[in-house]
């Protein structure tokens, strides 16, 4: 090669390299440099050889003219992929901020258009779900902030347990109207009313009472531990139960009117045979057989009285005659008539209350107790002075209450098992009701029931 080629040469492997650099940058195959130098000699017509030493002032000449040249080639052949890449890396951060809208317009038919149509494919996609998700989310809200159902979400990774979210009603229960997202769940609690407090901090399932006036108003609360975007929340429901339980109590009554009736029909229709036939024997002089049909009409008289007394100790519950009473005592009475484990010692301090009533009382209670299936050295009783009242809990290691059942306990003549009169449980409600108290259920930790009655101090 004579020395005259060099620039040309050089221009060469300038346009080589910057050809091999565009690729590089790209991340596409990287070719050997003898082999590209041999496909642009055949492409240009050159006959290239390894460059000869001419002069310096030639070499630094030809530098200075072909280096502007070929980053001009780099920059052409790069900068449709690099205005892709901004383009994609505008469209991710609008995916990360979830913004699905963007798309990037299409030019050509190759790789670059294939790939840029399947971004906007997935785009398009993305944002199709997000109109679904929104729509859903919208239904959901409005479903749940116009239920009559209190809700509220607790963020239980957060040290002041704040509240993630709540609706309406829980808004109007807690705080008068105002929203409640943000606020410490603590101090909610602690301006709510003592029972409400109480059956939370408590973390079972239960029923109870908010006095109102002169009528009480009940709930039922649900407690359930959920998790949401890898943080621990609770999920605290509460139902107001005070209509629904006065319209169970009608359907309640009539069908125990429709129990009466029946079992009236069943006990008189052999009564009144058993008279006709007596009478027939009398007129015939068969004196007899009439010892039989007294005897008759004599056991169906005390299985009908017997039924109807039953019912009437519920609906004849006299008010309450306070007078003093010793625990100690009082405990050791209740042992003669039922079985239990105390809890802890019984306090010292002496109450005013009608102790037949309580006793009545705790007699269903601990009943109810052993009947529900559990471990009979499991049911205990606990007699505890709170600040205000008298709390006597019964508890058992049963299968406990669905939250059907919980819901109803309370309800005169309502009960789970075959021969049961629905009576002991409301008995208990109606004696704590008259001592000015309220009666409380609640799952036990581990299994079984809490149910306690509370009792107001009484100078």
């Known amino acids: 090669m004579k020395p005259a080629s060099a620039p040309r040469t050089l221009a060469l492997l300038l346009l080589a390299f910057a050809l091999l650099g565009a690729a590089a940058h790209l991340g596409l195959t990287r070719w050997p440099l003898p082999q590209l130098l041999a496909a642009l000699d055949g492409a240009l017509g050159l ?38 890449l901004r383009a994609l890396e505008g469209t991710l951060l609008s995916y990360r901020d979830g913004d699905f809208s963007s798309s990037i317009a299409v030019h050509g038919r190759g790789d670059l258009a294939a790939l840029t149509r399947l971004h906007n494919e997935l785009g398009g996609a993305l944002a199709a779900q997000r109109r679904q998700l929104a729509q859903r989310e919208l239904l959901l809200d409005t479903v749940v902030q116009h239920t009559p159902l209190a809700l509220v979400l607790v963020d239980q ?14 808004r109007h229960l807690l705080h008068d109207g105002r929203s409640l997202e943000g606020l410490p769940f603590d101090a909610l609690l602690a301006e709510a009313p003592a029972q409400l407090r109480q059956a939370v901090e408590a973390g079972q399932d239960a029923l109870f009472g908010i006095a109102d006036g002169d009528a009480e108003e009940r709930f039922h609360l649900l407690l359930r531990d959920v998790q949401l975007q890898g943080r621990a929340h609770r999920l605290v429901l509460l139902r107001r139960m005070t209509r629904e339980l006065s319209r169970q109590e009608v359907a309640t009554w009539k069908r125990v009117i429709r129990v009466i009736s029946h079992e009236l029909n069943n006990s008189l229709a052999p009564i009144s045979s058993l008279a006709h036939s007596g009478a027939e024997l009398a007129r015939r002089g068969e004196v007899s057989r009439l010892v039989e049909v007294f005897g008759g009409i004599g056991e169906r008289a ?4 017997g039924f109807l007394e039953g019912y009437a100790r519920f609906a004849r519950l006299p008010a309450p005659r306070l007078e003093r009473c010793e625990w100690r005592g009082f405990v050791e009475q209740l042992a003669l008539h039922a079985r239990f484990t105390l809890a802890q010692p019984v306090p010292d301090e002496a109450a005013l209350i009608d102790a037949g009533q309580i006793e009545q009382a705790l007699i269903n209670l601990l009943k109810n107790a052993h009947e529900a299936g559990g471990d009979a050295g499991e049911v205990t009783l606990s007699v505890q002075r709170m600040p205000a009242h008298w709390r006597l809990e019964v508890a058992d290691r049963g299968p406990g209450m669905s939250d059907t059942v919980l819901s109803q306990a309370l309800l005169p003549f309502y009960s789970t098992k075959r021969d049961g009169s629905g009576l002991g449980l409301a008995l208990a409600r109606e004696i704590a009701e008259a001592h000015g ?18 009792i107001p101090v009484t100078a």
């Open 47 to 84: 006959d290239w050889q390894a460059p000869a030493v001419g002069s310096l002032a030639a070499w630094l000449w030809t530098a200075a003219l072909a280096m502007p040249i070929a980053a001009i080639a780099a920059l052409r052949i790069v900068s449709p992929w690099r205005r892709l």
């Open 157 to 170: 990774g957060d040290a002041q347990h704040r509240v993630a979210y709540a609706n309406l009603a829980a």
């Open 302 to 305: 005390r299985h009908l009285h």
């Open 437 to 454: 108290g309220r009666i409380v259920l609640a799952r036990r930790e581990g299994g079984g029931m809490r149910v306690g009655l509370e």
